[in-house]
């Protein structure tokens, strides 16, 4: 209420004063009056201005008069300003401060609910341990007595201990006496045992043995029948056990795998039988659609159970017996061998010594080569490499490359070893590769290949 009284006042004082200055700028514009020398216009413009500086004055003066507050704050708003800046600054300090110590209060508050956890916690283990102490009092309690009572009995078992050990000596001169008889027992009955198996042993094998000779006779008599049936009936086209066709398996691990390669070979034996015998129709030859071999379905099946253990086999088909030219069916059967390596590229397999200062004649040399080749190829068959039924070899060598070794030889004198050396690795399935080596004091002079 009291600010609309003092704009009223304001308005009321500033009215009058310019009214008052209206009036004397008027009266004194008539009676063209001069102040400090000036125009009459120019002494009233005077008037005019030091009447609204009346105005201003008395308007900032009546307001300084009666409020104490814009008194203060015209003059002395710097300060205050200054001060308001200062009091900003310490409010910021103290909620920092604030801050600060709330979060060391938090950490505080933290660590008394940690010990006061960890207080609980001992208090329980406390009462645990005083649970624990009790029931440790209450079974020594129980020990002591059951310990008492033991005593009672050790006392009592004292006593059975002497009639016990009595007893026990008498026992344990039973018990030498049951052992040795069981010892003589045992001895008689594994001598028993051990003379029935030797017995049970020798009859297996001589039932073996009677079974072997039973089944080559059989076969003896097949082959000597079929012989005779042949020379009366006309030349022979096949012998009995020439091989027909030869075939390597390696690894094999399923019956798929080993039908399509036992299927192979024998494919490879029925065109070569096409080929020796005679009587065939022109257009069935290298035809596999004829079949003019003829082996047994089990006899295939118990080769395909021998060559599916991942092995590795060379398969021979062999003529079952003698079969004369015109023919049009042949009894095979398969030879199956396990297929090793018997000799590596470059071992010695045989070797003659030979002194060319005595031995000039081709014809002793040809002779000493020959008894070479023989002694190969007997160690070759007894290391296991497979040989020719029918010629009983295991390789050939060029006759050729004989002679031109045995020409060489005509330049040098003096002892000399000739060594049969194996040319690549020999397998089972054959066939021996031989180069002869000509040595002097383990210097080679001469080395001649097959062809």
Not at 370 to 377: G, I, K, P, R, V
Request: charged share 20%; aromatic share 4%.
């Amino acid at each position: 209420m009291t600010g609309y009284i003092l704009v009223l006042v304001v308005l009321i004082l500033g009215g009058v004063i310019a009214t008052l200055g209206d009036r004397i700028g008027t009266r004194v514009g008539k009676a063209r009056l001069s102040l400090f020398n000036l125009r009459p216009k120019k002494t009233a413009v005077l008037i005019t201005i030091i009447t609204g500086v009346l105005i201003s004055g008395s308007t900032l003066l009546l307001l300084f008069l009666t409020d104490r507050q814009l008194r203060t704050g015209l003059f002395q708003l710097g300060q205050i300003q200054e001060q308001l800046r200062n009091a900003r600054t310490e409010r910021q300090q103290a909620e920092s401060a604030l801050k600060v110590a709330q979060d060391r209060q938090s950490k505080a508050q933290r660590r008394l609910n940690q010990t006061n956890q960890s207080l609980a916690q001992s208090l329980q283990r406390q009462q645990k341990t005083a649970t624990q102490l009790k029931t440790a009092e209450q079974g020594l309690a129980e020990l002591q007595r059951r310990y008492r009572q033991v005593n009672e009995q050790l006392s009592t078992v004292s006593k059975q201990e002497v009639a016990l050990r009595q007893t026990i000596t008498q026992l344990i001169a039973e018990r030498q006496r049951l052992s040795q008889e069981r010892t003589q027992l045992r001895v008689q009955l594994e001598t028993s045992v051990s003379q029935a198996q030797d017995r049970l042993s020798a009859l297996e094998d001589q039932r073996s043995q009677l079974e072997l000779e039973i089944r080559s006779l059989r076969i003896s008599q097949e082959q000597i029948r079929r012989s005779a049936q042949v020379l009366r009936q006309g030349p022979v086209g096949l012998q009995a056990g020439q091989v027909l066709a030869t075939g390597v398996v390696n690894q094999v691990s399923n019956q798929a795998d080993a039908r399509q390669a036992i299927d192979q070979i024998l494919r490879q034996a029925n065109r070569e039988v096409q080929q020796l015998i005679a009587g065939i129709p022109e257009r069935d030859v290298q035809n596999d659609s004829y079949l003019a071999i003829q082996i047994t379905e089990p006899e295939v099946t118990q080769l395909m159970n021998r060559i599916t253990d991942g092995g590795n086999y060379v398969i021979r088909i062999q003529s079952a017996a003698n079969y004369l030219v015109g023919e049009t069916s042949v009894r095979v059967y398969a030879d199956l061998d396990p297929n090793r390596v018997v000799f590596p590229a470059g071992e010695v397999v045989a070797a003659i010594s030979v002194d060319l200062s005595q031995t000039r004649d081709q014809k002793v040399l040809l002779e000493r080569l020959d008894f070479l080749f023989t002694a190969s190829n007997f160690r070759a068959r007894q290391a296991g490499v497979l040989a020719d039924p029918l010629t009983g070899k295991v390789g050939e060598f060029s006759q050729a490359s004989v002679i031109e070794l045995i020409q060489e030889l005509q330049q040098y004198t003096g002892r000399v070893d000739i060594l049969a050396v194996t040319s690549r690795s020999t397998y089972t399935a054959g066939p021996l590769a031989l180069e002869l080596v000509v040595t002097r004091d383990n210097e080679v002079l001469l080395r001649i290949g097959s062809e």
